[in-house]
């Protein structure tokens, strides 16, 4: 169904080519799944086997992709060929034009030359393997990442293709939502879809993938059956990360006094409760992981930390100051906080002063020496002339990360740091957190890897709908 | 957080109604708010507006650009008693006890009259127009302008425009956070607080160039430009909608010989 022979591509205006003599080839009702490091040509590789980068991008292509049987070349145009591929792209919000779930799935379907009949049974169809059929009259801002994924999948699907390529459908998305999609996408291999799927989290798709292809540095470094694949060591250790020889230190907090302390906090968006009656202490150099599904209100929790949000009653007292009694400016200094989404942070010219940013706002003594060190702990040093949004996802998530470490608060809290990274990025992340751990900082982590959780939090916080379920260090 | 000009999904009166009826609607609406300049008319068209827009069930939707209104009207009326002295003086902006000062910018029946005249007019076109957006199915619309032969890109665009405000607004305000955290400083005087926009607007636009490209591809992909179409559930012209033109030519009818002798 598709086939790639040899294919190298340079994006315009750039030197080093993003694809370097690709070769694969998918058959019908087979699934591919290509993982690798951040930054390694799978989203490129997602393009030019959609015929998005023929007709789209211009830039520099050897090779030939053939979909259907047709050179990509031979389509007239990209809807041409969108009646042969679908795409579901890793952002669920850009992928939803229209106001409701219904909406958004007719709309796809009323430009495929259909009779109305036709339109409504498939619609019916759609809804049902795609579990929308409860949402339909739900409008974006009312989905969740994973509903709005599903809503993509399913405008995807109504183009009534035989190809499916997903790029990254689920980086965004929790275990439970991860699942969802993981379920869907069974179901439509065997209905005969044929599925080339750019993914991460290859537990969650095992059962489906018939051929493993892992990419690095825009070449293919190994492909063939998942177990064959997975022999390697090295490609272990991307796709199936194995965290269980981190070093733990579970009493490290045993003792030492409270850096944050939460007394009946309870918060309220409008009218629903997000936060109810919470009390947690956690102890100066403690490696706490929160975890619990979307919605269980972990983020809402920790904005608390540095007053990005108030309590609606009840106290958060960090390094012995009351929340209430402070600027966020002046809690900066005590609690720093990473965003899941780092691009939400950069606007600077150069990985340097984007570091420099945070240091020169809270005036940090010895600045340069300070910058320096970041950079170098979190692996940047190469990297400080460059342009931050040209860096792999990899490597944006460790200056975000740098950005708040550079500012030395006592408390440093991550919202999902491995998000989109492979098994060695999120190892990196999590050897640089370690380190900062050793160096007397108190770490807080919020993550649906229940794997990371596990072998690197000294403690676990399990939250549900808005209260502590459970709490490992129990203090 | 309120969504600033979203389609609400109801099967109520306004919502039943053909776009094209809705157009025409606003058109009458809008020509009539901007030629009268009687004030007891504008006052009866807004209240026209909120009659609608309680019969539509969209009352409260439509209440919730309130605060804008009021804040819009304020202005206003500021900017015409300033600029637009005329007429007697009711009077003075700056009390005239105080020394110096006291006595300046006299308040004037005229001043006030354009101040009302304006704000009524704004009343009247946002209640208008945004009573046809949350009630108007973007899809409707888009059969209704494809009928009507406006070529597709150009309502895509404006629908594209309208579904992401409140992704910005989402979008910022996380951005905001993000840099809130890392201390950002609002600064201070006018070159300060220009400086101190670039930590937010950067991200946003950098972030809304890279969305905007995957909505590109998706529109392209899903050949909403270039596919055949069927259209379904279309909205067909049933009799609500000849009894709303009806209404709206008796309108015009009423309009043009009280617009001619000069009553309103």
Known sequence: MIELKDVSYTYPSTVQPALHRISLSLTKGRCIMVTGPSGAGKTSLCLAASGVLHHDYGGKKEGSVIVDGKNVADYRSLSDLARNVGVVFDDPEAQMIFTTVEEEILSALEHRGLTPEVIEDRLARIMRTTYLEELKDRSPHHLSGGQKQRVALAATLALGNDILILDEPTSELDEHATKRIAEILKNLKQSGKTILLIEHKFENFREIVDTLIIMENGAITAQGIPDEVLKDIHVRGMVLPDFSNVQKHPMAGAGNEPVIQVENLTHCYGDVQALSGINLTIRKGEFVAIVGENGSGKTTLVKHFNRLLSPTSGDVIVNGKNTKDHSIAALAHDAGLVFQNPDHMFFADTVREEVAYGVKNLAIADADTVIDATLADAGLTDSATLYPRWLSRGERQRLGIACVVAMQPNVIVLDEPTTGLDGYEALLVINILKKLQEKGHTIVIITHNRDIAEHCADRIITMESGHIISDSGGA | ?264
């Not at chain 2, 209440?63 to 002295?85: A, D, E, R």
């Not at chain 2, 902006?93 to 006291?102: A, D, E, F, K, T």
């Not at chain 2, 704000?119 to 009573?131: D, G, H, S």
């Open chain 2, 1 to 264: 957080m309120a969504e600033i000009l979203q389609y609400v999904h109801k099967d109520a009166f306004l919502h039943r109604l053909h776009p094209f009826t809705k157009i025409a609607f606003i058109l009458v609406v809008s020509v009539m708010c901007l030629i009268s300049t009687n004030l007891a008319f504008l006052v009866l068209m807004v209240l026209a507006m909120m009659v609608f827009a309680a019969y539509g069930e969209l009352l409260t939707e439509s209440l919730q650009q309130l605060k804008l209104i009021i804040i819009m009207s304020i202005i206003f009326i500021l900017i015409t008693v300033i600029t637009m002295p005329n007429g007697d003086i009711l009077g003075y902006l700056v009390p005239q006890g105080i020394p110096w000062i006291g006595g300046l910018v006299p308040i004037t029946t005229g001043g006030l009259m354009i101040g009302f005249v304006l704000t009524l007019r704004f009343i009247v076109l946002i209640f208008a127009f945004q009573l046809f957006l949350i009630s108007t199915q973007p899809r409707d619309l888009v059969h209704t302008l494809d009928r009507a032969g406006l070529p597709i890109d150009y309502t895509l665009m404006f629908i594209i425009a309208l579904r992401f405000i409140p992704t910005l607004q989402i979008e910022g305000q996380r951005i905001h956070e993000a840099q809130l955290a890392r201390g950002f400083n609002p600064g201070e005087g006018f070159i300060g607080k220009i400086r101190s926009v670039a930590p937010i607007v950067i991200p946003l636009v950098s972030n809304a160039l890279l969305r905007s490209n995957v909505i590109g591809l998706t529109i392209d992909m899903r050949g909403y430009r270039t596919g055949k179409k069927t259209h379904v559930r279309e909205r067909t012209f049933a009799r609500r909608d000849y009894a709303v033109m009806a209404v709206l030519v008796v309108a015009l009818c009423g309009f043009v010989p009280l617009m001619l002798a000069q009553v309103i």
